[in-house]
C-alpha cells in the first residue's frame, strides 16, 4: 500500500514521526516533489483565498497528487504537547483543504492531541490502524517507533544536521521506492532544494568573515525554498546561519520564563522561545524573523520579540511573505539587513561583541 | 578616506546611478565630494534606454576629457544598471541613501524617504544605520499616488505642494489605502471643499499612513531628513513636521541621494581597491545598441522566466533563474552583480 503525503505544513516538522509510524507498519510513504510554480498556482486556485501561503502551498499539494496512490495522509494536529495548541488554521486541517483533493481520493486523517496524554494519542492512532487493518499490538510498536524517528529527527538538528541532511534521511526510510524511480523532474528539484535551503553556501568565497544569523520561523516557511524565494540559500550566501531546531527545549523554557503570562501556542513558544536566546548572544550578529501574510500567532510573537531584541541592540527585521511576493523585495531587505550589520562598527569583530555584553 | 590610493584630480569623476520605477537618477561626484552634475529623468519603463540618455547628457556635460574612476549603482534596477555601465558597486537603495544622508548631514539620526514606488525609513545611530522598514506590498502613500491624483485634479504635480501650504482648514481624509482615500476625497470636492485644503488633507492623510505603516515601531529622533522625489512636495514636508512634532530637513540633492550614496560607495569601494580598477565600460555606452530578451526555461516544472541582456548580440548577463542554470554560466565576465538571480 502506498500513501501520498504532502510536502508541506507538517511535513516540516513531524515528518520523521509518521515515517515511522507508518514504516512500522509497513506502509509506503509518497513525499510530494518540493514545491514548485505548478504546485503553488494549483494552489492559489484550490484554497481560500483568505488563507495564509503555507496552507496554499499544502492545497498545492493536495491537488497534484497523481489517482495511483490509494490513500492521501492528512493527521488533524491539534496539540503536540501539553497546556499548548497549534494555530487555528493547523486545526481546520484536514476539512479546510478538502476540497483540493482531487476527486476519488482517499484522505486519512488521524487527531493528534497531547493536551489530552498519551493514551489518547495512542487511541487515535489505533483508530488510524484498524483503517489500516493493523492490529493495536502493531499500532503500539509503531507508535514507539514514530516517537523514537521523532526524537532522532529532533537531535540531528540539534546537533546542527541540515533540515534537508535530516529529512532525506527519513524520507529514504519510509520509502524503499524513492531510491529506485527517480524521474529526471525529480533529480532536478531535489539538487535545487537542497542547493537551494542549505548547501548554498558551499559555492562562496569563504575569505570573507561572515555574520551569524538567527532565522526565526516556521519550518513550513523556513525550509520551504520555493515558497520562501530561497531565501536559505541567498543567506548562507553571505552569513552563517543558526535556526530555532538548533536550541534546546530547556533554553526554550528558560528563555520565556519572564513572560507575563505563558504562550499557548507551541509554535509560538518555540519560535520566540528560540529567538530570545538568540537575541542575547553575544554571538549572533543579528535575527531575522521570517513570516507569511495572515499568520495570526506570528503577529503576536514577532512583535514581542521585535521588543526584546532591540532591548538587547540586536538587530532584527521581519521578512513577510505572501504568494505574491516578489524577489527584489526580498533581495532588498536582505542586502540591507547585512549591510547594516556589517556597517556597524566594521563588522562583526571581537571588540564589538565585548561592548555589547557590557550594556547588557 | 583613509589610505588615500586614489588621488583624483579636476577631471575625474565618481558616478553613481540610480534607476527606480519612477526616476533614474544620475551624480557626477567630484574629488572634493561635491556634485558636479545631477540628473533627474523619467524611467518611463525604459531603464536601460534612460540609462544610456543619462550618460549621454553627462558626456556633454563634462566633455570628453573626463574620465570616470568609479560607478556604482543602486535602485530596483540596480542589477540591470550594472550590467549596462559596469559598475564597481551594486547596492541596495537602504544603504545607498543612509550613505548620502549621513554624508550631507553627518548627525542624521532618521531618514524618511518616500520615492514613486516605494517608501522607506531608516533609523541611524551614531553614522550607522540600525533599523530599516520599507513599505509592503501596498503602493499607497508613495509618490506614484500623489501624481495620480494631482493629474486627477488637473494640476501639474509641482504646484500640488504649494497649494497644499495654503490651506486653512485641512479636510479629514482617510488614509489607509489610496482607492478609500480617492474616494473620501471626491466626496469632500462634492461637498464644496476649496482645493487647497483637499489637498493638505491628502498630504496628511500620507503622512498618517506612512507612520502607521512604514515607520510603526520605530525611534524617530531629529534630525530628520525628507528626501525622495515627494520631498519636493512643501505639503508633505509641512504634514511630516506637524506630525511629528520636529523640524524635517530636505537636503539639497533630495531627489537625487540615492544615487549620490551610490557615487560615495564606488569611491569607498575603488579607494580600497586602487585606483585603476574601475569596470566602468566608458562613455562611448551612450551610442551602443543593447538589448534585453527574456524566455520560459522548460529545464524543471518552475519554468523560470529567464531575462537576458545582449550588447551588440553578445550577451552580457542574465539572471532570473532559481537554479543557476543560465546566470552562473556567465556571471564571471559580469562579476560583482550582489543578489543576482
Same mark, same amino acid.
Given at each position: 500500500?502506498?500513501?501520498?503525503?504532502?510536502?508541506?505544513?507538517?511535513?516540516?516538522?513531524?515528518?520523521?514521526?509518521?515515517?515511522?509510524?507508518?514504516?512500522?507498519?509497513?506502509?509506503?510513504?509518497?513525499?510530494?516533489?518540493?514545491?514548485?510554480? &505548478? #504546485?503553488?498556482?494549483?494552489?492559489?486556485?484550490?484554497?481560500?483565498?483568505?488563507?495564509? $501561503?503555507?496552507?496554499?502551498?499544502?492545497?498545492?499539494?493536495?491537488?497534484?497528487?497523481?489517482?495511483?496512490?490509494?490513500?492521501?495522509?492528512?493527521?488533524?494536529?491539534?496539540?503536540?504537547?501539553?497546556?499548548?495548541?497549534?494555530?487555528?488554521? #493547523?486545526?481546520?486541517?484536514?476539512?479546510?483543504?478538502?476540497?483540493?483533493?482531487?476527486?476519488?481520493?482517499?484522505?486519512?486523517?488521524?487527531?493528534?492531541?497531547?493536551?489530552?496524554?498519551?493514551?489518547?494519542?495512542?487511541?487515535?492512532?489505533?483508530?488510524?490502524?484498524?483503517?489500516?487493518?493493523?492490529?493495536?499490538?502493531?499500532?503500539?510498536?509503531?507508535?514507539?517507533? &514514530?516517537?523514537?524517528?521523532?526524537?532522532?529527527?529532533?537531535?540531528?538538528?540539534?546537533?546542527?544536521?541540515?533540515?534537508?541532511?535530516?529529512?532525506?534521511?527519513?524520507?529514504?526510510?519510509?520509502?524503499?521506492?524513492?531510491?529506485?524511480?527517480?524521474?529526471?523532474?525529480?533529480?532536478?528539484?531535489?539538487?535545487?532544494?537542497?542547493?537551494?535551503?542549505?548547501?548554498?553556501?558551499?559555492?562562496?568565497?569563504?575569505?570573507?568573515?561572515?555574520?551569524?544569523?538567527?532565522? #526565526?520561523?516556521?519550518?513550513?516557511?523556513?525550509?520551504?525554498?520555493?515558497?520562501?524565494?530561497?531565501?536559505?540559500?541567498?543567506?548562507?550566501?553571505?552569513?552563517?546561519?543558526?535556526?530555532?531546531?538548533?536550541?534546546?527545549?530547556?533554553?526554550?523554557?528558560?528563555?520565556?520564563?519572564?513572560?507575563?503570562?505563558?504562550?499557548?501556542?507551541?509554535?509560538?513558544?518555540? $519560535?520566540?522561545?528560540?529567538?530570545?536566546?538568540?537575541?542575547?548572544?553575544?554571538?549572533?550578529?543579528?535575527?531575522?524573523?521570517?513570516?507569511?501574510?495572515?499568520?495570526?500567532?506570528?503577529?503576536?510573537?514577532?512583535?514581542?520579540?521585535?521588543?526584546?531584541?532591540? &532591548?538587547?541592540?540586536?538587530?532584527?527585521?521581519?521578512?513577510?511573505?505572501?504568494?505574491?511576493?516578489?524577489?527584489?523585495?526580498?533581495?532588498?531587505?536582505?542586502?540591507?539587513?547585512?549591510?547594516?550589520?556589517?556597517?556597524?562598527?566594521?563588522?562583526?569583530?571581537?571588540?564589538?561583541?565585548?561592548?555589547?555584553?557590557?550594556?547588557? | 578616506?583613509?589610505?588615500?590610493?586614489?588621488?583624483?584630480?579636476?577631471?575625474?569623476?565618481?558616478? =553613481?546611478?540610480?534607476? =527606480?520605477?519612477?526616476?533614474?537618477?544620475?551624480?557626477?561626484?567630484?574629488?572634493?565630494?561635491?556634485?558636479?552634475?545631477?540628473?533627474?529623468?523619467?524611467?518611463?519603463?525604459?531603464?536601460?534606454?534612460? +540609462?544610456?540618455?543619462?550618460?549621454?547628457?553627462?558626456?556633454?556635460? /563634462?566633455?570628453?576629457?573626463?574620465?570616470?574612476?568609479?560607478?556604482?549603482?543602486?535602485?530596483?534596477?540596480?542589477?540591470?544598471? &550594472?550590467?549596462?555601465?559596469?559598475?564597481?558597486?551594486?547596492?541596495?537603495?537602504?544603504?545607498?541613501?543612509?550613505?548620502?544622508?549621513?554624508?550631507?548631514?553627518?548627525?542624521?539620526?532618521? /531618514?524618511?524617504? /518616500?520615492?514613486?514606488?516605494?517608501?522607506?525609513?531608516?533609523? +541611524?545611530?551614531?553614522?550607522?544605520?540600525?533599523?530599516?522598514?520599507?513599505?509592503?506590498?501596498?503602493?499607497?502613500?508613495?509618490?506614484?499616488? $500623489?501624481?495620480?491624483?494631482?493629474?486627477?485634479?488637473?494640476?501639474?504635480?509641482?504646484?500640488?505642494?504649494?497649494?497644499?501650504?495654503?490651506?486653512?482648514?485641512?479636510?479629514?481624509?482617510?488614509?489607509?489605502?489610496?482607492?478609500?482615500?480617492?474616494?473620501?476625497?471626491?466626496?469632500?470636492?462634492?461637498?464644496?471643499?476649496?482645493?487647497?485644503?483637499?489637498?493638505?488633507?491628502?498630504?496628511?492623510?500620507?503622512?498618517?499612513?506612512? $507612520?502607521?505603516?512604514?515607520?510603526?515601531?520605530?525611534?524617530?529622533?531629529?534630525?530628520?531628513?525628507?528626501?525622495?522625489?515627494?520631498?519636493?512636495?512643501?505639503?508633505?514636508?509641512?504634514?511630516?513636521?506637524?506630525?511629528?512634532?520636529?523640524?524635517?530637513?530636505?537636503?539639497?540633492?533630495?531627489?537625487?541621494?540615492?544615487?549620490?550614496?551610490?557615487?560615495?560607495?564606488?569611491?569607498?569601494?575603488?579607494?580600497?581597491? =586602487?585606483?585603476?580598477?574601475?569596470?566602468?565600460?566608458?562613455?562611448?555606452?551612450?551610442?551602443?545598441?543593447?538589448?534585453?530578451?527574456?524566455?520560459?526555461?522548460?529545464?524543471?516544472?518552475?519554468?523560470?522566466?529567464? +531575462?537576458?541582456?545582449?550588447?551588440?548580440?553578445?550577451?552580457?548577463?542574465?539572471?532570473?533563474?532559481?537554479?543557476?542554470?543560465?546566470?552562473?554560466?556567465?556571471?564571471?565576465?559580469?562579476?560583482?552583480?550582489?543578489?543576482?538571480?
Amino acid at each position: 500500500m502506498k500513501i501520498g503525503f504532502p510536502r508541506a505544513i507538517f511535513y516540516f516538522d513531524t515528518f520523521p514521526f509518521w515515517a515511522g509510524y507508518f514504516e512500522a507498519l509497513g506502509i509506503e510513504l509518497q513525499v510530494s516533489l518540493p514545491t514548485n510554480r &505548478a #504546485i503553488l498556482e494549483k494552489g492559489l486556485k484550490k484554497a481560500s483565498d483568505d488563507t495564509c $501561503l503555507p496552507i496554499k502551498i499544502l492545497s498545492g499539494h493536495l491537488a497534484s497528487f497523481s489517482p495511483d496512490i490509494e490513500a492521501v495522509f492528512l493527521p488533524r494536529m491539534v496539540s503536540i504537547e501539553e497546556k499548548t495548541y497549534l494555530c487555528p488554521k #493547523i486545526l481546520g486541517l484536514p476539512e479546510s483543504v478538502l476540497a483540493a483533493v482531487p476527486d476519488g481520493l482517499r484522505v486519512l486523517t488521524v487527531t493528534v492531541n497531547w493536551r489530552e496524554g498519551k493514551a489518547q494519542v495512542q487511541k487515535s492512532l489505533e483508530k488510524l490502524g484498524a483503517e489500516l487493518n493493523k492490529s493495536k499490538s502493531e499500532v503500539r510498536v509503531a507508535f514507539a517507533r &514514530a516517537q523514537e524517528y521523532q526524537r532522532e529527527y529532533e537531535e540531528m538538528r540539534r546537533a546542527g544536521r541540515t533540515f534537508v541532511e535530516s529529512m532525506e534521511h527519513f524520507e529514504s526510510l519510509s520509502s524503499s521506492a524513492a531510491k529506485t524511480q527517480p524521474t529526471a523532474q525529480l533529480e532536478i528539484a531535489r539538487d535545487d532544494s537542497v542547493r537551494g535551503s542549505e548547501e548554498g553556501s558551499t559555492r562562496l568565497p569563504h575569505s570573507e568573515r561572515r555574520p551569524t544569523i538567527a532565522l #526565526i520561523g516556521h519550518p513550513y516557511l523556513t525550509y520551504e525554498s520555493y515558497g520562501n524565494l530561497n531565501l536559505l540559500a541567498k543567506l548562507k550566501a553571505k552569513a552563517k546561519l543558526v535556526f530555532m531546531e538548533n536550541v534546546e527545549q530547556v533554553q526554550i523554557e528558560d528563555n520565556l520564563k519572564d513572560l507575563r503570562k505563558p504562550l499557548f501556542w507551541s509554535q509560538g513558544k518555540r $519560535l520566540l522561545g528560540a529567538g530570545h536566546s538568540y537575541a542575547a548572544n553575544t554571538y549572533v550578529d543579528g535575527v531575522i524573523y521570517l513570516s507569511c501574510f495572515g499568520c495570526g500567532t506570528d503577529s503576536m510573537t514577532q512583535d514581542m520579540l521585535a521588543r526584546r531584541a532591540r &532591548a538587547n541592540h540586536k538587530p532584527y527585521m521581519v521578512l513577510t511573505l505572501d504568494e505574491h511576493s516578489g524577489e527584489a523585495g526580498l533581495i532588498t531587505r536582505v542586502e540591507a539587513f547585512l549591510d547594516m550589520i556589517e556597517r556597524k562598527g566594521n563588522g562583526f569583530a571581537p571588540h564589538v561583541r565585548v561592548k555589547d555584553a557590557k550594556s547588557q | 578616506m583613509k589610505g588615500s590610493v586614489v588621488l583624483p584630480t579636476q577631471n575625474r569623476y565618481f558616478l =553613481g546611478v540610480d534607476v =527606480g520605477s519612477v526616476s533614474t537618477n544620475l551624480v557626477l561626484l567630484r574629488w572634493d565630494n561635491q556634485v558636479e552634475q545631477a540628473l533627474y529623468l523619467r524611467t518611463q519603463g525604459r531603464p536601460m534606454h534612460t +540609462v544610456q540618455e543619462g550618460i549621454k547628457i553627462l558626456r556633454e556635460q /563634462i566633455g570628453s576629457e573626463a574620465e570616470i574612476i568609479g560607478v556604482g549603482t543602486t535602485g530596483s534596477a540596480r542589477q540591470l544598471a &550594472a550590467t549596462l555601465v559596469g559598475a564597481d558597486v551594486v547596492k541596495n537603495e537602504i544603504t545607498a541613501h543612509a550613505v548620502a544622508a549621513s554624508r550631507a548631514h553627518p548627525g542624521v539620526q532618521t /531618514i524618511l524617504e /518616500i520615492g514613486g514606488q516605494d517608501s522607506k525609513i531608516i533609523i +541611524v545611530r551614531d553614522g550607522v544605520v540600525v533599523d530599516f522598514a520599507m513599505n509592503t506590498v501596498c503602493a499607497a502613500g508613495t509618490g506614484s499616488f $500623489l501624481d495620480q491624483q494631482a493629474s486627477r485634479l488637473g494640476i501639474p504635480i509641482e504646484e500640488f505642494g504649494p497649494l497644499a501650504v495654503q490651506a486653512e482648514h485641512p479636510v479629514r481624509i482617510a488614509g489607509r489605502c489610496s482607492v478609500f482615500a480617492e474616494s473620501d476625497m471626491i466626496h469632500k470636492q462634492q461637498l464644496g471643499h476649496p482645493l487647497p485644503d483637499i489637498l493638505a488633507g491628502l498630504c496628511q492623510a500620507m503622512v498618517r499612513n506612512y $507612520l502607521n505603516n512604514v515607520g510603526k515601531n520605530k525611534e524617530i529622533r531629529g534630525p530628520i531628513l525628507f528626501q525622495g522625489g515627494v520631498a519636493a512636495n512643501p505639503g508633505i514636508r509641512q504634514a511630516f513636521e506637524q506630525e511629528l512634532g520636529q523640524e524635517i530637513i530636505v537636503p539639497e540633492h533630495f531627489a537625487v541621494m540615492g544615487a549620490l550614496g551610490a557615487a560615495f560607495l564606488a569611491q569607498e569601494k575603488v579607494s580600497a581597491l =586602487g585606483q585603476d580598477h574601475t569596470r566602468f565600460r566608458g562613455l562611448q555606452l551612450a551610442e551602443s545598441n543593447f538589448q534585453a530578451r527574456s524566455f520560459d526555461c522548460n529545464g524543471c516544472a518552475n519554468h523560470c522566466e529567464v +531575462v537576458e541582456i545582449l550588447q551588440e548580440k553578445e550577451t552580457l548577463a542574465r539572471w532570473g533563474d532559481r537554479c543557476g542554470k543560465w546566470s552562473a554560466t556567465i556571471r564571471e565576465r559580469v562579476g560583482n552583480v550582489e543578489g543576482g538571480a
